[in-house]
Protein backbone atom coordinates (compact mmCIF):
# COMPACT_ATOMS: atom_id res chain seq x y z
CA UNK A 1 0.00 0.00 0.00
CA UNK A 2 3.16 2.06 1.04
CA UNK A 3 3.91 1.80 -2.68
CA UNK A 4 0.99 2.59 -4.25
CA UNK A 5 0.91 6.19 -1.84
CA UNK A 6 4.37 6.62 -3.78
CA UNK A 7 2.93 6.76 -6.87
CA UNK A 8 -0.11 8.88 -5.67
CA UNK A 9 2.07 11.31 -4.29
CA UNK A 10 3.92 11.25 -7.91
CA UNK A 11 0.72 12.07 -9.27
CA UNK A 12 -0.43 14.91 -6.72
CA UNK A 13 3.40 16.19 -6.43
CA UNK A 14 3.23 17.37 -9.85
CA UNK A 15 0.94 19.79 -9.54
CA UNK A 16 2.39 21.29 -5.93
CA UNK A 17 5.22 21.91 -7.94
CA UNK A 18 3.20 23.31 -10.78
CA UNK A 19 1.22 25.87 -7.83
CA UNK A 20 5.14 26.28 -6.68
CA UNK A 21 6.27 27.65 -9.78
CA UNK A 22 3.33 29.99 -10.63
CA UNK A 23 3.05 31.32 -7.65
CA UNK A 24 6.42 32.50 -7.45
CA UNK A 25 5.69 34.39 -10.83
CA UNK A 26 2.55 35.55 -10.21
CA UNK A 27 1.89 36.34 -6.01
CA UNK A 28 -0.07 39.02 -6.37
CA UNK A 29 -2.55 37.52 -9.02
CA UNK A 30 -2.41 34.30 -6.84
CA UNK A 31 -3.66 35.69 -3.35
CA UNK A 32 -6.25 37.77 -5.03
CA UNK A 33 -7.62 34.91 -6.22
CA UNK A 34 -7.05 33.03 -3.31
CA UNK A 35 -9.36 35.72 -1.32
CA UNK A 36 -12.09 34.93 -4.12
CA UNK A 37 -12.23 31.18 -2.17
CA UNK A 38 -15.01 30.45 0.98
CA UNK A 39 -12.24 30.27 3.55
CA UNK A 40 -14.89 29.00 6.26
CA UNK A 41 -16.22 26.23 4.02
CA UNK A 42 -12.58 25.07 3.33
CA UNK A 43 -11.68 25.05 7.10
CA UNK A 44 -14.55 23.17 7.57
CA UNK A 45 -13.88 20.94 5.35
CA UNK A 46 -10.89 19.92 6.99
CA UNK A 47 -12.52 19.44 9.98
CA UNK A 48 -14.39 16.90 8.38
CA UNK A 49 -11.78 14.90 7.01
CA UNK A 50 -9.87 15.54 10.50
CA UNK A 51 -12.52 13.54 11.60
CA UNK A 52 -13.12 10.94 9.36
CA UNK A 53 -9.10 10.51 9.91
CA UNK A 54 -9.85 9.38 13.62
CA UNK A 55 -13.17 7.42 12.71
CA UNK A 56 -11.04 5.54 10.06
CA UNK A 57 -8.13 5.17 12.66
CA UNK A 58 -10.76 4.00 15.26
CA UNK A 59 -12.31 1.63 12.79
CA UNK A 60 -8.95 0.16 11.95
CA UNK A 61 -8.54 -0.60 16.14
CA UNK A 62 -11.82 -1.96 16.24
CA UNK A 63 -11.05 -4.77 13.74
CA UNK A 64 -7.63 -5.67 15.09
CA UNK A 65 -9.62 -6.17 18.69
CA UNK A 66 -12.11 -8.36 16.63
CA UNK A 67 -14.76 -5.80 17.25
CA UNK A 68 -17.07 -6.05 14.27
CA UNK A 69 -20.28 -4.02 15.42
CA UNK A 70 -18.25 -1.03 16.65
CA UNK A 71 -15.68 -1.63 13.69
CA UNK A 72 -18.81 -1.53 11.52
CA UNK A 73 -20.31 1.61 12.86
CA UNK A 74 -16.91 3.41 12.55
CA UNK A 75 -16.97 2.51 8.97
CA UNK A 76 -20.20 4.13 7.98
CA UNK A 77 -19.14 7.14 10.23
CA UNK A 78 -15.79 7.36 8.23
CA UNK A 79 -18.32 6.99 4.49
CA UNK A 80 -20.77 9.64 5.99
CA UNK A 81 -18.04 12.30 6.93
CA UNK A 82 -16.45 11.42 3.29
CA UNK A 83 -19.41 12.34 1.58
CA UNK A 84 -19.97 15.59 4.00
CA UNK A 85 -16.65 16.85 2.21
CA UNK A 86 -17.93 15.94 -0.76
CA UNK A 87 -21.27 17.88 -0.80
CA UNK A 88 -19.54 20.46 0.99
CA UNK A 89 -16.91 20.77 -1.99
CA UNK A 90 -19.19 20.11 -4.90
CA UNK A 91 -21.33 23.26 -3.03
CA UNK A 92 -18.22 25.62 -3.45
CA UNK A 93 -17.54 24.67 -6.79
CA UNK A 94 -21.32 25.55 -7.78
CA UNK A 95 -20.04 29.00 -5.73
CA UNK A 96 -17.46 29.63 -7.83
CA UNK A 97 -19.34 28.74 -11.29
CA UNK A 98 -22.06 31.41 -10.22
CA UNK A 99 -19.25 34.01 -9.68
CA UNK A 100 -17.39 33.14 -13.29
CA UNK A 101 -14.56 32.23 -11.77
CA UNK A 102 -14.42 28.18 -13.30
CA UNK A 103 -11.75 28.28 -16.24
CA UNK A 104 -13.32 26.15 -18.99
CA UNK A 105 -13.43 27.30 -22.55
CA UNK A 106 -17.42 27.54 -23.32
CA UNK A 107 -18.13 29.53 -19.97
CA UNK A 108 -18.21 33.25 -19.42
CA UNK A 109 -15.16 33.87 -16.93
CA UNK A 110 -14.01 36.98 -15.09
CA UNK A 111 -10.96 38.01 -13.73
CA UNK A 112 -10.75 41.79 -14.68
CA UNK A 113 -10.28 42.69 -10.48
CA UNK A 114 -8.33 40.05 -9.67
CA UNK A 115 -5.23 39.58 -11.72
CA UNK A 116 -6.24 38.24 -15.22
CA UNK A 117 -4.65 35.79 -16.78
CA UNK A 118 -2.25 34.67 -13.81
CA UNK A 119 -5.23 34.20 -11.65
CA UNK A 120 -6.88 32.44 -14.37
CA UNK A 121 -4.26 30.16 -14.05
CA UNK A 122 -4.59 29.84 -10.43
CA UNK A 123 -8.37 28.72 -10.90
CA UNK A 124 -6.76 26.23 -13.55
CA UNK A 125 -4.70 25.04 -10.85
CA UNK A 126 -7.11 25.04 -7.72
CA UNK A 127 -9.97 23.17 -9.88
CA UNK A 128 -7.33 20.63 -11.12
CA UNK A 129 -5.88 19.45 -7.65
CA UNK A 130 -9.40 19.74 -5.80
CA UNK A 131 -10.93 17.72 -8.35
CA UNK A 132 -7.96 15.58 -8.25
CA UNK A 133 -8.60 15.08 -4.76
CA UNK A 134 -12.58 14.61 -4.67
CA UNK A 135 -11.92 11.69 -6.99
CA UNK A 136 -9.20 10.08 -4.64
CA UNK A 137 -12.18 10.59 -2.17
CA UNK A 138 -14.94 9.41 -4.25
CA UNK A 139 -12.63 6.10 -4.18
CA UNK A 140 -11.97 5.82 -1.22
CA UNK A 141 -15.34 6.45 -0.09
CA UNK A 142 -16.73 3.58 -1.82
CA UNK A 143 -14.07 1.27 -1.15
CA UNK A 144 -15.09 2.10 2.67
CA UNK A 145 -18.58 0.89 1.60
CA UNK A 146 -17.35 -2.22 -0.15
CA UNK A 147 -14.80 -2.78 2.56
CA UNK A 148 -17.97 -2.36 5.43
CA UNK A 149 -19.85 -5.46 3.10
CA UNK A 150 -17.06 -7.25 2.98
CA UNK A 151 -16.54 -6.53 6.66
CA UNK A 152 -19.72 -7.67 7.29
CA UNK A 153 -19.80 -11.23 5.75
CA UNK A 154 -16.27 -12.12 6.56
CA UNK A 155 -15.32 -15.35 8.38
CA UNK A 156 -11.73 -14.22 8.25
CA UNK A 157 -10.81 -11.95 11.24
CA UNK A 158 -7.01 -11.15 11.02
CA UNK A 159 -7.54 -11.25 7.00
CA UNK A 160 -10.47 -8.79 7.21
CA UNK A 161 -8.15 -6.71 9.94
CA UNK A 162 -5.62 -6.66 7.83
CA UNK A 163 -7.87 -5.14 4.19
CA UNK A 164 -9.23 -2.21 6.79
CA UNK A 165 -5.82 -1.46 7.82
CA UNK A 166 -4.53 -1.06 4.10
CA UNK A 167 -7.50 0.75 3.06
CA UNK A 168 -7.03 2.80 6.37
CA UNK A 169 -3.76 3.92 4.86
CA UNK A 170 -5.55 5.38 2.15
CA UNK A 171 -7.77 6.82 3.71
CA UNK A 172 -5.12 8.72 5.87
CA UNK A 173 -3.32 9.68 2.32
CA UNK A 174 -6.30 11.13 1.34
CA UNK A 175 -6.89 13.35 3.75
CA UNK A 176 -2.73 14.20 4.32
CA UNK A 177 -2.98 15.80 0.32
CA UNK A 178 -6.02 18.02 1.42
CA UNK A 179 -4.12 18.97 4.61
CA UNK A 180 -1.45 20.27 2.10
CA UNK A 181 -4.30 21.72 -0.39
CA UNK A 182 -5.70 23.94 2.10
CA UNK A 183 -3.35 26.06 3.16
CA UNK A 184 -2.01 26.85 -0.44
CA UNK A 185 -4.97 27.35 -2.09
CA UNK A 186 -6.77 28.97 0.93
CA UNK A 187 -4.71 30.36 3.10
CA UNK A 188 -2.84 32.58 0.50
CA UNK B 1 4.17 3.96 21.77
CA UNK B 2 0.61 1.35 21.97
CA UNK B 3 -2.27 3.00 19.65
CA UNK B 4 -4.79 3.03 22.11
CA UNK B 5 -8.44 4.92 21.54
CA UNK B 6 -6.97 7.57 23.58
CA UNK B 7 -4.05 8.21 21.15
CA UNK B 8 -6.13 8.39 18.42
CA UNK B 9 -8.43 11.16 20.11
CA UNK B 10 -5.67 13.35 21.65
CA UNK B 11 -4.03 13.24 18.19
CA UNK B 12 -7.14 14.33 16.64
CA UNK B 13 -7.41 17.35 19.29
CA UNK B 14 -4.18 18.46 18.73
CA UNK B 15 -5.01 18.63 14.98
CA UNK B 16 -7.82 20.61 15.76
CA UNK B 17 -6.12 22.53 17.66
CA UNK B 18 -3.28 23.16 14.38
CA UNK B 19 -6.32 23.77 12.06
CA UNK B 20 -7.85 26.67 14.36
CA UNK B 21 -3.54 27.56 14.84
CA UNK B 22 -3.50 28.30 10.93
CA UNK B 23 -6.89 29.58 10.14
CA UNK B 24 -6.51 32.00 12.96
CA UNK B 25 -2.38 32.84 12.19
CA UNK B 26 -4.31 34.02 8.73
CA UNK B 27 -5.83 37.06 9.77
CA UNK B 28 -2.39 38.54 10.77
CA UNK B 29 -0.41 40.51 8.09
CA UNK B 30 2.69 38.49 8.46
CA UNK B 31 4.41 38.72 4.99
CA UNK B 32 6.37 35.59 4.40
CA UNK B 33 5.70 34.10 7.85
CA UNK B 34 2.01 33.77 7.23
CA UNK B 35 3.32 31.08 3.95
CA UNK B 36 6.04 29.54 6.33
CA UNK B 37 3.50 29.25 9.36
CA UNK B 38 0.79 27.49 7.17
CA UNK B 39 3.35 25.27 5.84
CA UNK B 40 5.04 24.32 9.08
CA UNK B 41 1.43 23.60 10.56
CA UNK B 42 0.83 21.51 7.62
CA UNK B 43 3.85 19.34 8.21
CA UNK B 44 3.09 19.16 11.83
CA UNK B 45 -0.28 17.98 10.73
CA UNK B 46 1.16 15.42 8.29
CA UNK B 47 3.60 13.81 10.40
CA UNK B 48 0.86 13.26 13.38
CA UNK B 49 -1.38 11.64 10.62
CA UNK B 50 1.59 9.62 9.73
CA UNK B 51 3.47 8.51 12.40
CA UNK B 52 -0.28 7.42 14.73
CA UNK B 53 -3.14 7.03 12.76
CA UNK B 54 -0.53 5.38 9.89
CA UNK B 55 0.77 3.85 12.87
CA UNK B 56 4.51 4.72 11.46
CA UNK B 57 5.67 5.15 14.65
CA UNK B 58 5.66 1.95 15.86
CA UNK B 59 6.05 0.28 11.98
CA UNK B 60 8.80 -2.22 11.35
CA UNK B 61 12.29 -0.28 9.77
CA UNK B 62 11.30 -1.59 6.14
CA UNK B 63 8.17 0.05 6.01
CA UNK B 64 9.13 3.59 7.40
CA UNK B 65 11.51 3.31 4.59
CA UNK B 66 9.07 2.78 1.86
CA UNK B 67 6.93 5.55 3.29
CA UNK B 68 10.25 7.69 2.62
CA UNK B 69 10.06 6.87 -1.78
CA UNK B 70 7.46 9.22 -2.26
CA UNK B 71 8.72 12.42 -0.37
CA UNK B 72 12.54 11.22 -1.73
CA UNK B 73 10.85 11.49 -5.23
CA UNK B 74 9.17 14.67 -4.24
CA UNK B 75 12.25 16.19 -2.75
CA UNK B 76 15.04 15.41 -6.22
CA UNK B 77 11.75 16.73 -8.21
CA UNK B 78 11.54 19.77 -6.82
CA UNK B 79 15.13 20.80 -6.42
CA UNK B 80 15.89 20.00 -10.21
CA UNK B 81 12.88 22.04 -11.21
CA UNK B 82 13.07 25.00 -9.44
CA UNK B 83 16.91 25.26 -10.03
CA UNK B 84 16.00 25.93 -12.98
CA UNK B 85 12.49 27.85 -12.80
CA UNK B 86 13.92 30.38 -10.13
CA UNK B 87 17.34 30.95 -12.01
CA UNK B 88 16.33 31.73 -15.52
Known sequence: MWVLLATEVLMFGVLFLSYTVYRYWYPQAFSSASAQLDLTLGAINTGVLLTSSLTMALAVRAMSLQLRKQALWLLALTALLGCVFLFIKAYSWHTEYTEHLVPLRWLTTDYSDIGGDAARIFFNIYFVMTGLHAVHLTIAVVLVILMGIYVLRSSRPTTSARRVKMLGLYWHFVDIIWIFLFPLLYLL | ?88
Open chain 2, 1 to 88: MTMTARTYVLTYVALILLLTATVWSHSFELGAWNSLINIGIAIAKGLLIALIYMELARAISLIRIFSLIGLSWMAILFTLSLADYFTR
